[in-house]
């Protein structure tokens, strides 16, 4: 009879079960602890994901300002309209037998119709993607085109296989205007060039979310168990630029470019010489922000007739590539040889040293040997005895060498520094290029470097340098943002000028600034810069470059400031390798800097202050006279300085040319006054004035009974034998009345040095 007592072996498998049992719970226990605490988070986003859907809500852009509150950039409210291919093929299939329509080719006819794309690219997204929910067709579809879908939608029942959703766009209300400084952001709202993807974290607030519940079989729970987020705009940023100042610089940007073929484009800035504030810059070949992928004509040219296939990846590397050309800012980003323009630069420095006066004679035999080097003033048969003022004014390189030398390579690299050449601005753009000078400098680079030649600086660098020479020798940071501010109006941040330090003397500024403004209105080489009323201190300049395959090639540019007396601007346009015309910085760049501070300077509210010359050789404004006595009329255009022509045996004036409000040349000036039945009659054929002098020009118009407009330099009358006629406004053979104004365009066609 088996005892009742526990053998002991069976104690000890009892006791190891147990032992086994409470340590598997207590491992457990363990792990739920630490579950509960050390990795709750994790495992609750985990639940939480696996309950919920979560809908991201994009949030708005800041908008972008120009310094008087223009909008430069903002969102506008576009839609995408996608498909569904899944739906479309459901009801496809759900037709009763013998129902003869077909949703793919009715959807597919129907969209590319109103949006305008290919009829091809929508059917094979409705009958290859059949499996997807979603598929777009287009994206950025304005207002007008979304409310002609739903009406497509509603008129044949497509509920379930088209859709719209409202998206924010950015939207830039002046296109093209200043393309290159404020670039622009992807579609999904990230900044990507220029000011929107230097101030992006700024610009790109913080997107919401809509979360929906759902259950266990992924049905969307009751509202109580949803949540909205909101989004939160981006910071709104105020930039420098002047929409006015900005529209000016890039007229006369692309003008230069189309009247000289510039073969690589062509850059301008237009800065605030005591603050750095850039109130424009452009280059050329500007681009529609609002579609950025969209090549440029010269671009698109080019790539077509670049011979490869369109869907071969030499097509598509070309593209890309001259996408990202497009889309450079050539202001900041390349780097130039500055020619003649940096003499303002050597100027300072050599005032600065105390090596040069102003009335320093040096004697100019056309060239200068140095280290066995024999190097040419542009005036290749010499400029003879020259102050250093006329050397200046007359851009010669004999002086500017010989100054060179008096600086020394010590002094002149100390000044080189203390200018920012050595250094990027800093200016708050991405990109920013920087300067090549020689790392070892020899005593012929110094004489090289002198007038201008054999190194490199970016136009940003440049303008910042001459803004130093203008405000009285601080040199100052170059800036685009002035300030950003929330929805509210809060100030986030703000922008303070920035003096880097002060480079030379104002002494020494002033006395720049008077040489510089006598050789615009004098006889030195910046002459095409003159604006009437204004006094413009200009430099011009004209640079060889050296690089491979560009043997031959030139850059042509013209820097100056405003008003020199008191300067508040400064202005540089560069133009790279142009083709057409006399290529000189003096014709290429100085007319185009002198058009556009002729806009700039008034709409500033800089006062014009003219001298006795000009007001003396001013046109003047044709007045009307049809209706009057012609006794009378007469009378009154002779007291005014013109002759009077009368046609006809009337007594009253029935019309007239030049028309009323018409300006003219006062010397020569004639009023055709016809009477009775008499008019105007196109009998005189204009002749080629290409090449002539202002005298010779003048007088054969007037010989013809015509009359004169003139623009260009104000030197036309000194005789001077290098000021001669470029452009007319009617072209050779015209036949025109007599009195008919035509406007002829003078130019001082004297180079620079090249």
Same mark, same amino acid.
């Given at each position: 009879m088996p005892s009742g007592k526990l053998s002991s072996s069976a104690? %000890?498998?009892?006791?190891?079960?147990?032992?086994?049992?409470?340590? +598997?719970?207590?491992?457990?226990?363990?792990r739920v602890l630490y579950l509960q605490t050390v990795n709750f988070e994790k495992y609750q986003k985990k639940v939480i994901d696996q309950m919920t859907t979560e809908s991201?809500?994009?949030?708005?852009?800041?908008?972008?300002?120009?310094?008087?509150?223009?909008?430069?950039?903002?969102?506008?409210?576009?839609?995408?309209?996608?498909? @569904?291919? @899944?739906?479309?093929?459901?009801?496809?299939?759900? *037709?009763?037998?013998?129902?003869?329509?077909?949703?793919?080719?009715?959807?597919?006819?129907?969209? #590319?119709?109103?949006?305008? +794309?290919?009829?091809? =690219?929508?059917?094979?997204?409705?009958?290859?993607?059949? %499996?997807?929910?979603?598929?777009?067709?287009?994206? %950025?579809?304005?207002?007008?085109?979304?409310?002609?879908?739903?009406?497509?939608?509603?008129?044949?029942g497509l509920q379930n296989m088209i859709y719209l959703e409202a998206q924010s766009t950015r939207y830039y209300p002046y296109g093209s205007l200043a393309s290159h400084v404020l670039g622009f952001a992807s579609a999904d709202g990230e900044g990507l060039y220029g000011i929107e993807y230097q101030y992006d974290e700024y610009l790109k607030g913080i997107d919401g979310y809509y979360i929906i519940a759902r259950d266990s079989y992924g049905n969307e729970m009751p509202l109580d168990y949803a949540s909205y987020i909101d989004a939160i705009s981006g910071y709104n940023v105020e930039t420098t630029i002047d929409v006015s100042i900005q529209g000016f610089l890039e007229e006369q940007i692309e003008k230069t470019v189309l009247d000289h073929k510039a073969a690589n484009r062509a850059c301008g800035i237009v800065i605030d010489v005591n603050t750095g504030a850039v109130l424009a810059m452009a280059t050329s070949s500007s681009f529609d922000l609002n579609d950025p992928w969209e090549?440029?004509?010269?671009?698109?040219?080019?790539l077509e007739h670049s011979g490869f296939a369109k869907d071969s990846e030499e097509y598509s590397n070309l593209q890309r590539d001259l996408l990202t050309s497009m889309w450079s800012n050539k202001a900041i980003t390349e780097s130039y040889i500055p020619g003649s323009t940096f003499k303002i630069i050597t100027s300072a420095m050599g005032f600065e040293e105390g090596v040069v006066k102003i009335s320093d004679v040096c004697t100019c035999g056309g #060239?200068?040997?140095?280290?066995?080097?024999k190097i040419h003033c542009h005036k290749t048969e010499g400029h003879g005895a020259l102050t250093f003022a006329q050397g200046l004014?007359? #851009?010669?390189?004999?002086?500017?060498?010989? *100054?060179?030398?008096?600086?020394?390579?010590?002094?002149?690299? %100390?000044h080189v520094e203390a200018f920012g050449y050595y250094e990027k601005t800093g200016i708050d753009l991405p990109g920013e290029g920087n300067s090549i000078f020689a790392s070892e400098m020899t005593e012929l680079d110094l004489v090289i470097y002198s007038f201008g030649q054999n190194f490199n600086v970016t136009p940003i660098q440049h303008i910042s340098a001459i803004s130093a020479v203008a405000n009285g020798g601080k040199l100052v940071t170059p800036y685009l943002v002035s300030r950003v501010t929330d929805n509210a109006g809060n100030t986030v941040y703000e922008h303070d000028t920035e003096i880097k330090r002060q480079v030379i003397s104002e002494a020494v500024c002033e006395t720049i600034a008077t040489m510089l403004e006598e050789g615009v209105s004098g006889d030195g080489g910046a002459k095409n810069a003159y604006v009437a009323g204004y006094r413009v201190a200009a430099k011009t300049g004209t640079s060889e470059k050296k690089t491979a395959g560009d043997e031959g090639e030139y850059i042509c540019s013209c820097a100056a400031f405003a008003p020199a007396d008191d300067p508040e601007v400064a202005i540089i346009?560069?133009?790279?390798?142009?083709?057409?015309?006399?290529?000189?910085?003096?014709?290429?760049?100085?007319?185009?800097?002198? =058009?556009?501070?002729? #806009?700039?300077?008034p709409y500033m509210g800089v006062e014009a202050n003219y001298t006795q010359e000009e007001l003396d050789n001013?046109?003047?404004?044709?007045?009307?006279?049809?209706?009057? @006595?012609?006794?009378?009329?007469?009378?009154?255009?002779?007291?005014s300085g013109m002759r009077a022509l009368v046609v006809g045996d009337g007594n009253v004036v029935t019309s007239q040319l030049p028309a009323s409000g018409t300006y003219v040349e006062k010397n020569g000036a004639t009023v055709v006054l016809y009477t009775g039945k008499e008019a105007p009659s196109e009998n005189v054929s204009v002749p080629d004035l290409t090449g002539m002098t202002a005298a010779h020009a003048n007088q054969t118009l007037i010989n013809l009974g015509l009359n004169v407009k003139i623009e260009g330099t104000p030197h036309y009358l000194t005789g001077n034998e290098e000021i001669v006629v470029v452009e007319q406004s009617h072209p050779k053979g015209t036949m025109v009345a007599k009195g008919t104004v035509v406007t002829v365009t003078f130019r001082y066609i004297g180079g620079d040095d090249a």
């Open positions: 104690v %000890k498998r009892s006791t190891w079960l147990g032992i086994i049992i409470v340590a +598997v719970f207590a491992v457990l226990l363990l991201k809500v994009a949030a708005d852009r800041g908008k972008i300002y120009d310094k008087n509150g223009n909008i430069l950039a903002t969102n506008i409210t576009t839609y995408r309209v996608f498909i @569904s291919p @899944s739906s479309i093929k459901s009801a496809q299939d759900d *037709l009763e037998e013998g129902d003869t329509k077909n949703y793919y080719e009715l959807v597919s006819k129907g969209l #590319s119709e109103i949006l305008g +794309v290919e009829y091809a =690219d929508v059917y094979k997204q409705a009958t290859e993607y059949t %499996k997807y929910l979603d598929r777009t067709i287009k994206k %950025k579809v304005d207002e007008e085109t979304a409310d002609a879908v739903c009406k497509f939608i509603d008129d044949n090549l440029d004509s010269v671009s698109t040219e080019t #060239s200068l040997v140095f280290g066995g080097h004014q007359q #851009s010669c390189n004999v002086w500017f060498m010989t *100054l060179g030398k008096r600086i020394g390579i010590e002094n002149y690299q %100390k346009i560069v133009v790279d390798e142009p083709k057409k015309g006399y290529l000189y910085g003096s014709t290429v760049a100085a007319p185009y800097v002198g =058009d556009a501070l002729e #806009s700039i300077l001013m046109a003047v404004r044709v007045s009307g006279y049809k209706g009057w @006595s012609v006794s009378y009329a007469k009378r009154m255009i002779e007291q």
